[in-house]
C-alpha cells in the first residue's frame, strides 16, 4: 500500500521482555517520527529522524528505549526490559518535508503493546 | 513549551446539528496549528491546519477552524454534523512550524440520529 505500514500491529511483552516495533513510511519521505499515546491520551513525542540521522531523542522516555533508521527509510523502535508503564499505542508517522516546515504528517494505525 | 487543551473526552452532537471542538493552546512562540481525526482503526489524518495569513481555514469534509491569537484558540466547527463524523478528533501545536507536534487528549465525537 502507499500509506505507513507499522508491525506488529498488537504485541503482548511478559514484563522484563525486549520487543522492536517496525515502521515502513511512505516512499521517499525524508522525514520520520514516533509517538507513544497511552490509553485516553493524546499522542506524545518520542523521537525524530530526518533520513537516517536521528535529530531529536527528547521524548524518549527513558533509555530502555532506542530507535534507528539505518538506511533512511524503514525504522524499528526497540523497548528492552519492558515494564507495565511502557504499554500503549506506539505510532509512527512520516513527512515529505524537512523540519521546520509544517508539513502534513501521515500516521500508521499504530502497534499496540500490551506489557503483562 | 508548548501545550494542548481539549476539555471533556466525549462530545455528543445531534445529526445535523453545528458541532463544535474547543482548543485552547499554549507557545512562547508563533504557533502552527492542527486539527486530526481518527476514525476507527485508521490513523490519524490531518484534518486542517493553521500555519500563516488567514485565520479562518478550511478543511475537509465541511470543516472550518479559526485562530484566535488573543483568545489562543483553535477551535473546530463544521456547520452540520453527519453520522460519519463520528471519531476521535485531536488539536494539535508546534512552534514555529517544527513537525514536533504536541497533542491534546482528544475528543470522541458521538453523532446521535
Known amino acids: 500500500g502507499a500509506g505507513v505500514s507499522q508491525s506488529p500491529r498488537y504485541k503482548v511483552a511478559k514484563r522484563g521482555q525486549d520487543v522492536a516495533l517496525r515502521c515502513d513510511p511512505i516512499?521517499?519521505?525524508?522525514?520520520l517520527f514516533w509517538y507513544q499515546q497511552a490509553l485516553g491520551q493524546g499522542p506524545e513525542f518520542l523521537t525524530y529522524?530526518?533520513?537516517?540521522?536521528?535529530?531529536?531523542k527528547s521524548g524518549l522516555p527513558s533509555d530502555r528505549f532506542f530507535a534507528e533508521r539505518p538506511e533512511g527509510s524503514v525504522s524499528t523502535l526497540k523497548i528492552q526490559r519492558t515494564q507495565q508503564e511502557d504499554s500503549a499505542v506506539y505510532l509512527c508517522?512520516?513527512?515529505?518535508?524537512?523540519?521546520?516546515?509544517?508539513?502534513?504528517?501521515?500516521f500508521g494505525e499504530g502497534s499496540r503493546l500490551t506489557v503483562l | 513549551a508548548q501545550s494542548v487543551t481539549q476539555l471533556g473526552s466525549h462530545v455528543s452532537v445531534s445529526e445535523g446539528a453545528l458541532g463544535l471542538l474547543r482548543c485552547n493552546y499554549s507557545?512562547?512562540?508563533?504557533?502552527?496549528l492542527f486539527w486530526y481525526v481518527q476514525y476507527p482503526n485508521q490513523g490519524l489524518q490531518l484534518l486542517l491546519k493553521?500555519?500563516?495569513?488567514?485565520?479562518l481555514v478550511k478543511g475537509i469534509n465541511g470543516f472550518e477552524a479559526e485562530f484566535k491569537k488573543s483568545e489562543t484558540s483553535f477551535h473546530l466547527t463544521k456547520p452540520s454534523a453527519h453520522m460519519s463524523d463520528a471519531a476521535e478528533y485531536f488539536c494539535?501545536?508546534?512552534?514555529?512550524?517544527?513537525?514536533?507536534?504536541?497533542f491534546g487528549k482528544g475528543n470522541q465525537v458521538v453523532v446521535i440520529p
Open positions: 516512499s521517499g519521505h525524508v522525514s
Open positions: 507557545s512562547s512562540v508563533p504557533p502552527y
Open positions: 494539535a501545536v508546534s512552534p514555529y512550524g517544527n513537525n514536533r507536534l504536541a
Open positions: 508517522a512520516s513527512s515529505s518535508a524537512r523540519d521546520r516546515v509544517a508539513g502534513e504528517l501521515f
Open positions: 493553521y500555519t500563516t495569513g488567514a485565520t
Open positions: 529522524f530526518q533520513n537516517e540521522a536521528q535529530l531529536d
